[in-house]
């Protein structure tokens, strides 16, 4: 059974500091994992989907990457803002075609 | 982007009462349509999964007789709680995607607030 765990839970940091949030998994047969940021009381907004083949996928301060021999993946946001607090989730897809969430990284920055 | 419409965002009620929880993909069509639940504070939990034109699967100890989904166009489906009691209040959160590709992402509503009274 697939399970995917997130760490840290929780992380503060002061504004402008780049930071990486960690995603591990248990069983490395996936399609592709996705990050997602969710807001309080809100859905969840497509961050970054890489692929098995692929190594990392990269979107303005985002960079996600994927070593899928030892079940990771990393998040990392350049030069953080205030705006990027949010609960940050990273979710596999296997053969079932589910996807499986992690917990979540909540985030905050402070100005 | 691909947009998910979801559709109430909140909904209070007594205990009793069905509740019908719309989706719709406002750019896109669905083929495949995802329910999740998430209770405070934890990750999502999937319930089930429907493909346009079939019958929902749905996850292991959800009762279909209780959340009953319709997914009868590419572009809406929904879920309807029947007889809501307390433990059912919760953050039910609706997904699409489009194609049939497992490497097509997933693109989610902004769920809808539950509360049983």
């Known amino acids: 059974k697939q399970e995917v765990t997130q760490i840290p839970a929780a992380l503060s940091v002061p504004e402008g500091e780049n930071l990486v949030l960690n995603c591990s998994f248990t069983?490395?047969?996936?399609?592709?994992l996705q990050w997602f940021r969710q807001d309080p009381g809100k859905g969840l907004t497509s961050l970054l989907l890489i692929q098995s083949s692929q190594r990392e996928q990269t979107s303005g301060r985002l960079n996600a990457s994927l070593d899928k021999s030892s079940g990771r993946s990393t998040l990392y946001i350049a030069a953080s803002q205030p705006g990027d607090s949010a609960t940050y989730l990273c979710?596999?897809?296997?053969?079932?075609?589910?996807?499986?969430f992690g917990t979540g990284t909540r985030l905050q920055v402070f100005p | 982007g691909a947009v998910v419409s979801q559709h109430p965002s909140r909904v209070i009620c007594k205990s009793g009462t069905s509740v019908k929880i719309e989706c719709r993909s406002l750019?896109?069509?669905?083929?495949?349509m995802f329910w999740y639940r998430q209770f405070p504070k934890q990750s999502l939990m999937l319930m089930a999964t429907?493909?346009?034109?079939?019958?929902?699967?749905?996850e292991q100890g959800v009762e279909k007789d209780k959340f009953l989904i319709n997914h009868a166009s590419l572009t809406l489906s929904t879920l309807t709680v029947t007889s809501a009691h307390p433990e059912d209040s919760s953050f039910y959160i609706c997904?699409?995607?489009?194609?049939?590709?497992?490497?097509?992402?997933?693109?989610f509503g902004d769920g809808t607030r539950l509360s049983i009274l």
């Open positions: 750019d896109f069509q669905a083929t495949t």
């Open positions: 979710a596999v897809r296997g053969n079932t075609d589910k996807l499986i």
């Open positions: 429907s493909n346009e034109g079939s019958k929902a699967t749905y």
């Open positions: 069983d490395s047969a996936i399609y592709n």
């Open positions: 997904s699409a995607r489009s194609g049939s590709g497992v490497n097509q992402p997933q693109h």
